[in-house]
C-alpha cells in the first residue's frame, strides 16, 4: 500500500493541545488571541489548498472503535464500494474503525479515498487506504472540509463525535445554511432510540419541525444508503461542482496536481 499524499506544514501534536486549551480558557493576552486566530485561519487556507481538487465528495461518519471483523465495519466497507463505484470521492475523518472500512472500500474497487484527521492528544494515526490526508489542530476546521466537498452524508454508528457531527450538519440543512443534501444512517436497530426521540420528543414538544425529522434518513442497507445518496444528489445537484478547477502556480498547486497525475499514471502502468 502506498503512503497517501500528505498536506505540508502537519501541526504537532503538543502545541496543539496545550493551546486549544488555553484559547478556549476564557479571555487570554490579545497577542495569544490573534496568533491564534491566524493558525486558524490559515489551517483553513490549507485544508482549502489540499482538497480543491478532490472532486464531488460524500462524507461517512462513524466511530473509531469498531475492529475490521464487527458487523458496522463490513457495512462502512460496502458503503465505501459503492459510494466510489457511483463516481463519488469517499472523504472520511481518516481514522481508523468506521471510518477506516469506509476509504478501504473505496480503494477495494479502484475509487478515491480522501480523509481529514484530527490531531488528539493521544494521537489518532491515518488509515492506510487514502489517496490524500489532511491533518487538522481543530474540530471546527475539520469539520468545515467534512461538509464543504460534499453533496451528502452517510452515518455509520459511532459516538459523541459522530453525534456531533449528524446533528451539526443537519442543524445547517435546517437554518438554510448549506444545501438540503441527504443525511442517511445506516443502521435501523442502532440508531431506533434516536429516531423515537426526534419523533416523539422533539417534534411532539415542538421544538423542531415534522419536516425537520425528514432531514434524517435511516435504512439498513449499504446499498440503498448509496441509492438515496445517488438519487437525491444527482437529481438535485448533479455529480459536478461546475466548470472543473484548474491548479494555479501562483499557490503551488501546480507541484501538487503534477505529483497526483504522476501517482495515477504509476498506479495505471
Known amino acids: ?20 486549551i488555553r ?9 495569544f488571541e490573534l496568533i491564534h486566530a491566524a493558525n486558524i485561519f490559515m489551517e483553513l487556507i490549507r485544508g482549502f489548498r489540499a482538497l480543491h481538487f478532490v472532486g464531488p465528495c460524500v462524507t461517512v461518519f462513524g466511530s473509531a472503535r469498531f475492529p475490521d471483523d464487527h458487523p458496522y465495519y463490513k457495512a462502512a466497507r460496502e458503503v465505501g464500494a459503492e459510494l466510489a463505484q457511483a463516481g463519488f470521492t469517499v472523504m472520511t475523518g481518516g481514522g481508523p474503525g468506521i471510518m477506516e472500512a469506509a ?3 473505496a480503494k477495494d474497487v479502484g475509487g478515491r479515498s480522501v480523509g481529514c484527521n484530527i490531531l488528539l492528544p493521544k ?3 491515518y488509515n492506510p487506504y487514502l489517496d490524500l490526508v489532511v491533518t487538522f489542530k481543530h474540530f471546527y476546521v475539520r469539520k468545515v472540509m467534512l ?3 460534499s453533496y451528502a452524508f452517510i452515518a455509520m454508528p459511532g459516538g459523541f463525535g459522530t453525534l456531533d457531527e449528524v446533528f451539526e450538519t443537519a442543524t445547517l440543512i ?3 445554511k448549506i444545501h438540503n443534501f441527504p443525511i442517511v444512517l445506516v443502521g435501523v436497530e442502532y440508531w431506533s432510540k434516536m429516531r423515537e426521540f426526534i419523533d416523539k420528543t422533539l417534534v411532539g414538544e415542538g421544538t423542531i419541525s415534522p419536516q425537520d425529522s425528514d432531514i434524517l434518513q435511516v435504512t439498513d442497507s449499504p446499498a440503498e444508503a448509496v441509492r438515496m445518496v445517488r438519487e437525491i444528489a444527482m437529481q438535485r445537484f448533479g455529480l459536478t461542482y461546475g466548470p472543473e478547477a484548474r491548479p ?6 501546480w507541484t501538487r496536481a503534477l505529483r497526483s497525475l504522476r501517482k495515477e499514471k504509476a498506479h495505471g502502468a
Do not use: H, W
Open 123 to 125: 494521537e489518532q494515526r
Open 23 to 31: 484559547f478556549l480558557a476564557g479571555p487570554q493576552q490579545r497577542r
Open 1 to 20: 500500500m502506498d503512503s497517501p499524499q500528505d498536506s505540508a506544514n502537519e501541526p504537532r501534536p503538543n502545541s496543539t493541545a496545550n493551546g486549544s
Open 147 to 149: 461538509v464543504k466537498y
Open 174 to 176: 435546517q437554518t438554510a
Open 248 to 253: 494555479k502556480f501562483i499557490f503551488g498547486e
Open 103 to 105: 476509504n478501504r472500500g
